[in-house]
């Protein structure tokens, strides 16, 4: 039971424009949503988070939204520039009354941004 | 440099000969993990400790084993590999209990023959 999905596993965007990421989740207990970006060879690092108590966050060229009655996230990139190009990871987590600290991740999206 | 190292980045093996993957941090994190990534099924938690001492299972626990004697190590174990855990494994540590970012390692790239 894949309780966070990622739909799309890849999405092209052209340099400069806006990238966005799309994540749904089923788990109503999760209060706490991060994406984290893959490069090959190494391991994933943190990009931006959000609590369920906000609806959106930003930091820089990141925003991620979140829409808790729809049960879904999303994560822009504006603009896209070539090093952005990635796999995308979103992840939640149930934070304290979930115990563990268990992030379940999704299965991620391949972000190619091209020149 | 705050970071979490894990060993060997590839090891190949044949089926039944026991490996432990070393994960080691040295950010004084209270948790640490262990993930498996497999293609479309994103990254799975296999096994996890709040601290020393304290290890718990995941989502994918079969196969393996951990141990937690000492807050900056949590060493993977695998007593029987068989080529079902052919995988890409990372090792991941956070500072506390709740919401917090993990921290990961480069990878563990493990074929089982």
């Known amino acids: 039971d894949q309780q966070v999905k990622q739909n799309s596993p890849s999405l092209s965007v052209q340099e400069g424009r806006i990238s966005i990421l799309n994540c749904d989740y089923t788990?109503?207990?999760?209060?706490?949503f991060l994406w984290y970006k893959k490069y090959p060879a190494e391991g994933p690092t943190f990009l931006i988070s959000i609590s369920s108590i906000k609806d959106k966050n930003e930091d820089g060229r990141f925003t991620v939204f979140l829409n808790k009655s729809a049960k879904h996230l999303s994560l822009h990139i504006v603009p896209s520039q070539p090093g952005d190009s990635a796999v995308y990871f979103c992840?939640?987590?149930?934070?304290?009354?979930?115990?563990?600290?268990?992030?379940?991740f999704g299965t991620g999206t391949q972000l190619k941004v091209e020149l | 440099e705050a970071q979490v190292t894990q060993n060997p980045r590839y090891l190949i093996t044949v089926t039944g000969k026991k490996l432990t993957v070393t994960c080691s941090q040295n950010?004084?994190?209270?948790?640490m993990s262990w993930y498996r990534q497999d293609p479309g099924l994103g990254l799975r938690q296999i096994y996890y400790s709040m601290n020393v001492e304290v290890t718990d299972k995941g989502d994918v626990p079969e196969g393996y084993k951990v141990s937690r004697k000492e807050k900056r190590n949590f060493p993977l174990i695998l007593e029987s590999p068989s080529p079902n855990q052919t995988s890409l494994y990372f090792c991941a540590s956070s500072l506390y209990l709740g919401n917090s970012p993990l921290h990961f390692g480069n990878g563990t790239r493990l074929t089982v023959t």
């Open positions: 788990n109503s207990m999760f209060d706490y």
């Open positions: 992840a939640a987590s149930a934070g304290l009354t979930g115990g563990g600290n268990k992030l379940t």
């Open positions: 950010m004084n994190h209270e948790y």
